[in-house]
């Protein structure tokens, strides 16, 4: 990985991520728990990703090294032109800050601040960063920006979580189970959210989900089993919100 001298920077290829080889083991007493085993998969520039598979399947361990949150045991992954396998804790901090947003399950708001000062969090370590406003106004809720999250709704809450992602404009949004928490309309709202992201900002999406529906609005679906990919498909035709039946 680049030093802070010469950080990851901004190409024009069209590869976000390739990963040759990529493998994690956890050791767990004497016992050895393979998450992830020989994954080769290249993620492409504005591509909308779904990753299916089981618990267990090794998604999230996927996801998190993608995201610099995890470091693999084993194999290769770039960032565009620069390999962040072996990287430091400084530069892959440095990673996550400029390039990544994260949305998870769970909100992850504070409490005791507003939507907007939860979303300024970001802003505020960002080098080019929206506002508070403009991030709400792009998950459609501007109008809720002084509502602290006990003032707010399931969907509501994490669509400032996916605001507070953005809002730093990142290359790449992350996604566990975003709808995992919540019912069918809140969660067709949280997407509706998430394609947009994808379609007006041209923000890379991968998607973690058990829902094999969602997976009908990815331009390409990878689905993981023990550790491996077992099956990789495009979609020759996206489904809208509106046409996915939970």
Known sequence: MATDAN???????????????????????EVSVHALR???????????????????????????????????????????????TGASEKELTLFRREHVGFVFQFYNLVPSLTAAENVELVTEISPD??????????????????????????????????????AKRPEVLL??????????????????VLERVNRELGTTLAVITHNAAIAGMAH??????????????????RLSVDEIHW
Do not use: W
Request: charged residues 25%; aromatic residues 4%; neutral net charge.
């Open 7 to 29: 950080r990851v920077a901004v190409s024009t290829s069209p590869t976000i991520f390739r990963i040759r080889g990529l493998g994690k083991v956890y050791s767990m007493g």
């Open 38 to 84: 020989g994954i080769d998969l290249t993620i492409e520039q504005g591509e909308f990703l779904v990753l299916l598979g089981h618990s267990g399947s090794g998604k999230s361990t996927l996801l998190n090294i993608l995201g610099g949150l995890d470091v693999p045991s084993e194999g290769h992954v770039f960032y565009r032109s620069r390999e962040i």
């Open 129 to 166: 960063p929206m506002t508070p406003e403009e991030a709400l106004e792009l998950v459609g809720l501007k109008e809720r920006r002084d509502h602290f999250p006990a003032q707010l709704s399931g969907g509501e809450q994490q669509r400032v979580a996916i605001a507070r992602a953005i």
């Open 175 to 192: 996604c566990d189970e975003p709808t995992g928490a919540l019912d069918i309309r809140t969660g067709s709202l949280v997407l509706q």
């Open 220 to 237: 390409r679906v990878v689905t993981l089993k023990d550790g491996r990919i077992v099956d990789e498909r495009r979609n020759e035709r």
